[in-house]
T-cell receptor, first 114, second 111 residues
């Protein structure tokens, strides 16, 4: 069966520090991968998605970036965090190559920027 | 910005009642919709989906209705239970590779 792992689960970082959140998927090949952000009390905002290794589409221009160095690994990064980067970050995958279909989410990473 | 929205941010019901959560979408090209349930501190979980060539789909205790004329989607939960308390999101697929989510409705079920 397929599983998705996301870490760290919680993170407290000072403003201006770097960020690296990792996500890996097991049990499937060539998944579509996604990073969403959920601010407190709000919906899910799509940040990045990837349909293959090295292929990243950005939905929201900001100080975050994403990379997909391996088929089942998706990394969210920042060189310098802002206060507004605080939130709940969710990695997700889907099997369909043509449309999102059902998304399977990880348990999330809660980031607090102080 | 988000093209999918929900009519009410919160909904409170009594245990055993039926719940109806509504969602309006703006893009007539959307061809696939999903309802997700998110419990506190966890990632969203799939509830039910529907394609634009259907107007109704039923699952276990849940029914999704799609009205393409008015671009409206609803989730009906029968015999609501305390375990149904969560935030419910509708999502639409409009670009072929990613789901766009609405802001969510918080469902509170009291015993």
């Amino acid at each position: 069966s397929q599983t998705i792992h996301q870490w760290p689960a919680t993170l407290v970082q000072p403003v201006g520090s770097p960020l690296s959140l990792e996500c890996t998927v097991e049990g499937t090949s060539n998944p579509n991968l996604y990073w969403y952000r959920q601010a407190a009390g709000r919906g899910l905002q799509l940040l990045f998605y990837s349909v293959g290794i090295g292929q990243i589409s950005s939905e929201v221009p900001q100080n975050l970036s994403a990379s997909r160095p391996q088929d089942r690994q998706f990394i969210l990064s920042s060189k310098k965090l802002l206060l507004s980067d605080s939130g709940f970050y969710l990695c997700a995958w889907s099997a369909s190559p043509y449309f999102a279909g059902e998304l399977f989410f990880g348990e999330g990473s809660r980031l607090t920027v102080l | 910005g988000e093209s999918v929205g929900l009519h009410l941010p919160t909904l409170s019901v009594q245990e055993g009642d039926n719940s109806i959560i509504n969602c309006a979408y703006s893009n007539s090209a959307s061809d696939y919709f999903i309802w997700y349930k998110q419990e506190s501190g966890k990632g969203p979980q799939f509830i039910i989906d529907i394609r634009s060539n259907m107007d109704k789909r039923q699952g276990q205790r849940v029914t999704v209705l799609l009205n393409k004329t008015v671009k409206h989607l609803s989730l009906q939960i029968a015999a609501t239970q305390p375990g149904d308390s969560a935030v419910y999101f509708c999502a639409e697929n409009i670009r072929g590779t990613a789901l766009i989510f609405g802001k969510g409705t918080t469902l509170s079920v009291s015993s």
